[in-house]
């Protein structure tokens, strides 16, 4: 069964960094993207990695911010998060894609984690 797990959300002030984890267990992907929603607002992409290239793309809202990398001794993906702003505040997920090509929309995910909320103060 496949399992992923997000930890790591939390409040923070301007300016302030949050380290997400995504733990993955039970599959095989190819990639893993993190997305994020606010409140009224339809879920947005943020980063993706793909495993096989270890290429890495980014939203231009958190580009120069935001770090994705991936532990393969752990099998987890993690989402680095900087200089982080109140828009940035959002319920955070990571999705699982088991698609050769990995992209930028949900749809195009197989698995998604549950959630975990991330809030930036002013």
């Known amino acids: 069964q496949v399992q992923l797990v997000e930890s790591g959300g939390g409040l923070v002030h301007t300016g302030g960094s949050l380290r997400l984890s995504c733990a993955a267990s039970g599959g095989t992907f190819n990639g893993i993207g993190w997305f994020r929603q606010a409140p009224g607002k339809e879920r947005e992409f943020v980063a993706k990695i793909n495993f096989s290239t270890r290429g890495t793309y980014y939203s231009d809202s958190v580009k120069g911010r935001f770090t994705i990398s991936r532990d393969n001794a752990k099998n987890t993906v993690s989402l680095q998060m900087n200089s982080l702003k109140p828009e940035d505040t959002a319920v955070y997920y990571c999705?699982?894609?088991?698609?050769?090509?990995?992209?930028?929309?949900?749809?195009?995910?197989?698995?998604w984690g549950q959630g975990t909320q991330v809030t930036v103060s002013s």
């Open positions: 999705a699982a894609s088991i698609s050769r090509y990995i992209r930028t929309t949900p749809s195009d995910y197989d698995y």
